[in-house]
């Protein structure tokens, strides 16, 4: 039989991710749910987008320039009705981004809309296609996409619903798109190729999760996740496997039956500060990713101690002949959570740490959102609390409120142990806000920099009153970045970016804008890898 293993982060010692850049997204557009989703190119470009708008970024130039409504950014194509459920991926290989949205609720209206990036710079052109959302001419239409690429092609995983119901009655089939990126990149005609049967036991599977990667594109064969997403509870996980070709054999796409040793469960609605409660929807698998032949995936589900909303997290051996494979219920005893995504943040092959950014609330606390780190094998941090609620979140003007149907999650391919996170909290005027952050893996917690290893590091003075000097030696010419964060790992202050010389090299900060306290400097190269950490005290 299988039982519930209860995981809460109050007694484990895995350390908290460092918050870094974090900033406001930007506000309720009008549209319920706040679905959240974010990119980041290696060369600091973000894009963000909710429904129905997005915003891009450039943190080299410090700027986030004006929010673009997807009615606008797809104007080209002539979509008439209301675009929602955008989402957006960055391609490493290629330098480029997709990104799409979906267009009308019914049979005859519906469409899917994507995007190209032509260059790396998101505020140069891009290709525009349109995709039919009704495929096979019948009465159906498409709602809830997921994307994921490889080297060669891009997938997009959608749900096909019958007019007039409701998502959660109106299921009929997960189809997947099979679209050639480098043909849609310079502006061609896109290739795509439709896949419809998915089944197991003559049942069609739903809500199908692209595996994303982990540290760098894979090749060869695409992986999909599916479960049992209403099932009061359940240790069924579909395994999809297909060949990463266009136009693959269709007798070549594998559906395993894989069993948790956990069960999941269908999550209830989430309590907040006010009587309508957030839902949680179901207990679908809401990311993934594969990394060095694990897939790594989380979902919402129940914590059937507390009879709370929790977050389960799973972790499947793809080498490992036994159908059954470890996953947990992280769960707090303060808080409810919702909407968690995961993203790859380990430092090397066998590495398989990851980070795991959550919306959370409680009867007394405002929704906010966070973020907690694991080692894949059950251990957890704490959580990290990222923006804090300024208020309960009140939108539809009956019923409980939307609190979401997914939030976005993104290593950065060219920083080792980075990911970012776009995550929602209530704001003051009672709307889901979107909150944007990039958190690091603590320093010290992967392979050191061999290129500029910094040796006799000192902080000095501790306690110090106005001035902190920082000495250190360096073999090579180094790039350095210097910021301060709390010993909670919360982002406090950036210093200066620096070129430090061969040999020794000693630099000082004012510590004025510092209040009495305990901190660390922190110290990155050129890439964002973490090479020193050392703590010093304020105390005026």
């Known amino acids: 039989s299988v039982t519930q293993e209860k995981t809460s982060q109050s007694n484990r010692s895995i350390s908290n991710p460092i918050m870094c850049n974090n900033f406001y997204g930007y506000p309720y557009y009008y549209s319920v749910p706040n679905d959240n989703d974010v990119a980041v190119s290696n060369d600091n470009k973000v894009v963000s987008v909710i429904n129905s708008s997005l915003r891009i970024y450039d943190l080299n130039l410090d700027t986030a320039y004006p929010a673009i409504s997807l009615f606008t950014f797809f104007g080209a194509l002539g979509l008439p009705n209301e675009h929602f459920d955008p989402k957006v991926i960055y391609d490493p290989q290629a330098d480029r981004f997709i990104l799409m949205c979906l267009n009308g609720f019914t049979d005859s209206t519906s469409n899917i809309a994507i995007a190209y990036s032509q260059t790396p710079d998101t505020r140069q052109n891009w290709s525009l296609y349109t ?30 619903l019958k007019n007039d119901e409701s998502w959660q009655t109106g299921f009929v089939r997960t189809i997947v798109w099979q679209l050639d990126k480098s043909d849609a990149y310079s502006g061609a005609p896109l290739n795509s190729t439709l896949y419809g049967n998915f089944d197991f036991n003559n049942r069609n599977i739903r809500n199908m999760c692209p595996v994303r990667n982990g540290n760098e594109l894979f090749s060869g064969t695409m992986y999909f996740l599916s479960n049992r997403n209403f099932a009061v509870s ?220 910094i040796n006799e590091h000192v902080v000095y003075p501790s306690p110090a009153q106005q001035t902190i000097f920082c000495s250190f030696r360096v073999q090579q010419e180094a790039s350095l970045n210097f910021r301060i964060v709390d010993l909670n790992g919360r982002f406090v202050q950036d210093i200066f970016n620096e070129r430090a010389l061969p040999g020794l090299n000693t630099f000082s900060f004012n510590t004025a804008s510092l209040q009495n306290g305990n901190y660390i ?17 304020i105390q005026k």
């Open 131 to 160: 995709i039919t959302g009704n495929p096979y001419n019948d009465t159906l239409w498409t709602d809830y996409p997921m994307i994921s690429i490889t080297e060669q092609h891009a997938y997009i995983t959608v749900n096909l």
């Open 234 to 453: 359940s240790d069924s996980i579909f395994l999809i496997s297909m060949p990463d070709v266009l136009n693959a054999d269709t007798s070549m796409i594998d559906v395993s039956l894989l069993r948790a040793g956990t069960a999941y469960h269908v999550p209830p609605d989430a309590k907040q500060t006010a009587p309508r409660i957030l839902q949680t929807n179901d207990a679908r698998i809401l990311g993934a990713f594969k990394h060095n032949n694990r897939i790594q995936f989380v979902s919402n589900t129940r914590d059937t101690l507390l009879n709370k909303a929790a977050c389960y997290h799973g972790v499947i051996d793809l080498m490992s002949a036994n159908p059954e494979f470890p996953a947990y219920i992280i769960t707090n005893d303060t808080v409810e959570y919702g909407y968690p995504n995961i993203a790859y943040a380990g430092t090397h092959n066998d590495d398989h740490t990851a980070i795991i950014g959550i919306n959370y609330t409680a009867a007394d606390i405002f929704p906010a959102c966070g973020a907690i780190s694991t080692d894949a094998i059950g251990n957890y941090s704490d959580l990290l609390t990222i923006r804090k609620g300024d208020n309960y979140i009140s939108v539809l003007s009956g019923g409980n409120q939307r609190w979401g149907d997914y939030s976005g999650a993104q290593r950065k391919y060219n920083q080792n142990g980075v990911v970012w996170l776009a995550l929602t909290y209530g704001s003051q005027s009672k709307k889901p806000n979107t909150w944007i952050a990039e958190l690091s893996l603590q320093p010290f917690s992967g392979v050191a920099d061999e290129r500029h290893t």
């Open 521 to 537: 400097l922190v110290i990155t190269n050129e890439y964002g890898s973490p090479l020193i950490a050392n703590p010093f005290t």
